[in-house]
């Protein structure tokens, strides 16, 4: 028997975190400070976007997106079905009617082709959210085509998507805005955390001022302390020192995370593309080359090999594993009963859903881990053919 134990995500904090900590602890400035400001800027110019803006979450920067563009009652949002609930919840926020489309089968990406289906049926899209898939960016010329036609804004889920590229851009610079994740099993954390980035001037102060209760000057811009006027209805959605400490301190290290994920996926794949009941999303797509968040094997919608009994065996042998997502989103009980979407609607999602596994691929993993995970891999399938 073995005795690794690997889970799926962890998080890898280290002396420069906590020394980075411990120096915003021993000053009085948490909010407002420099090095959310430092931040910013070095993500904005990693991502290669004018602006990047610091926010609490990635959800609250799906948020804004939306609602600095005034999207609310009467408008609609395309939302792939295989998503964090996040993405569809940023629309239902602001009042508007999020509209699933399925997803691709080579990819698990937004279908391009059922999104233009949708959306001239419905008449009223103002935006499309695409999520590149557990970091493999979407058909960004198909969409922007069709956001182009529509009229509509593009609002990037990059949630896992850190460093993907498409062509010679960046996942986050390809639409309107892009938003990021730092919880703590992304490709970096800042403990809880989020980014948007945008080239856009106006939307960027729009969401600066949304992010801030909706004032109309910020801290910096006050001639006078404590005297402002508020011409918006904004909400507190900022990050704060400590958070931007721990972003910056991860930020110096992502070279490092990112090519131990490279790595790891590569080590990995190469092993399980030899078994034929399993369906890997290939990591190099076209224009597309994905960040590598996790490695995510579907099995056959036939359901002759069943997750649980996977899932079940990798776990015994240490090997910890994720889902996602666990519910096509219309499917949710949320969706569900709101906007009465039923079984079937979406067979792509609804297979993903049932029959992938994320198996990890992060820079928590050992030498000779990722050879491990993907031997114990081929075995659980060969156990369940029997
Ligand atoms: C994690 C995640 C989110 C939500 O991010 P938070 O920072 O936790 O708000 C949104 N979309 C996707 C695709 C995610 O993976």
């Not at 082709?113 to 590149?132: C, E, F, Y």
Request: hydrophobic residues 40%; negative net charge.
């Amino acid at each position: 028997m073995s005795s690794r134990s690997i889970p799926f995500g962890k998080p890898l904090l280290g002396d420069e975190e906590r020394d980075a900590v411990a120096r915003v602890l021993e000053g009085t400035m948490l909010v407002h400070g420099e090095l959310t400001k430092a931040f910013e800027k070095a993500f904005a110019e990693r991502a290669g976007s004018r602006h990047a803006i610091a926010l609490s979450s990635c959800t609250a920067a799906l948020h804004l997106s939306l609602r600095a563009c005034d999207i609310g009652a009467g408008d609609a949002v395309i939302v792939p079905a295989m998503t964090h609930v996040a993405t569809a919840h940023s629309a239902e926020y602001c009042g508007a009617r999020p509209l699933f489309v399925d997803v691709a089968p080579e990819s698990g990406n937004l279908d391009a082709a059922a999104a233009v289906h949708t959306a001239d049926k419905a008449g009223n899209v103002r935006a499309i959210l695409p999520v590149h898939y557990l970091g493999l960016p979407c058909d960004m010329d198909a969409l922007g085509a069709i956001a182009a036609r529509l009229g509509a804004m593009i609002v990037e889920d990059c949630a896992l998507a850190i460093d993907a590229t498409y062509g010679d851009r960046k996942a986050g610079t390809l639409g309107d805005t892009g938003c990021f994740s730092f919880y703590p099993v992304k490709h970096m954390t800042s403990i809880e955390g989020g980014m948007l980035t945008t080239d856009d001037d106006e939307l960027a102060a729009r969401v600066k001022k949304l992010r801030a209760f909706g004032y109309d000057r910020s801290l910096g811009e006050r001639s006078e302390p404590g005297v402002y006027d508020i011409d918006a209805l904004g909400l507190n959605f900022r990050m704060n020192e400590v958070e931007a400490a721990v972003g910056l301190a991860q930020f110096c290290k992502l070279d490092d995370f990112q090519a131990a994920r490279t790595r790891n996926f590569e080590a990995m794949a190469t092993e399980l593309r030899e078994i034929d009941e399993l369906t890997i999303f290939e990591p190099k797509q076209g224009k597309a080359q994905s960040s590598h968040y996790c490695l995510n094997v579907v099995l056959p919608a036939d359901g002759r090999i069943v997750r649980r009994d996977v899932v079940a065996y990798l776990k015994g042998v240490g090997v910890g594993s994720s889902v996602h997502y666990p519910v096509a989103l219309p499917l949710s009980r949320y969706y569900r009963d709101k906007y009465g979407y039923k079984p079937g609607e979406f067979p792509i999602a609804e297979w993903l859903a049932a029959q992938t596994i994320s198996l990890p691929v992060g820079p928590h993993l050992e030498a000779g881990d990722p050879e491990y995970i993907a031997e114990e891999m081929k075995k659980a399938v060969l156990t369940a053919r029997r």
